[in-house]
Nanobody, 123 residues
Framework: DVQLVESGGGSALAGGSVRLSCAAS??????YSWFRQAPGEEREAVAG???????TYADSVKGRFTIARDNAKTSLDLQMNNLKPEDSAMYFC????????????????????WGQGTQVTVS
């Protein structure tokens, strides 16, 4: 079975850091992304990375978040620094077969494979 499994969520103080990881099993995808969804809000793209190494970030996280593959290319990580309370949300890893990021901003409908999500709470 194809699975995306997120890990690394938790609680942090404002100004702190959290690192999320997304591990894919059953398939090697070309484009990965992180989305987040706060209660009562729509799911929004946070960051994405394609097979060419191109990355994209939401304006609200630029300069604070970094998306990267690990050296063994077994997981996609999201390093989140200088966290703010408004970063609190359920974070989801998503993946697709297309090799490039395509039109921005990324949309949830652009991705066919999703993890279950991991909660990040900043206070």
């Amino acid at each position: 079975d194809v699975q995306l499994v997120e890990s690394g969520g938790g609680s942090a103080l404002a100004g702190g850091s959290v690192r999320l990881s997304c591990a894919a099993s059953g398939y090697t995808f070309n484009t990965y992304s992180w989305f987040r969804q706060a209660p009562g809000e729509e799911r929004e793209a946070v960051a994405g990375r394609d097979s060419y190494g191109s990355t994209t970030y939401a304006d609200s996280v630029k300069g604070r978040f970094t998306i990267a593959r690990d050296n063994a290319k077994t997981s996609l990580d999201l390093q989140m620094n200088n966290l703010k309370p408004e970063d609190s949300a359920m974070y989801f890893c998503a993946a697709r077969l297309a090799r490039s990021l395509g039109p921005r901003p990324l949309r949830p409908s652009d991705f066919g494979y999703w993890g279950q999500g991991t909660q990040v709470t900043v206070s």
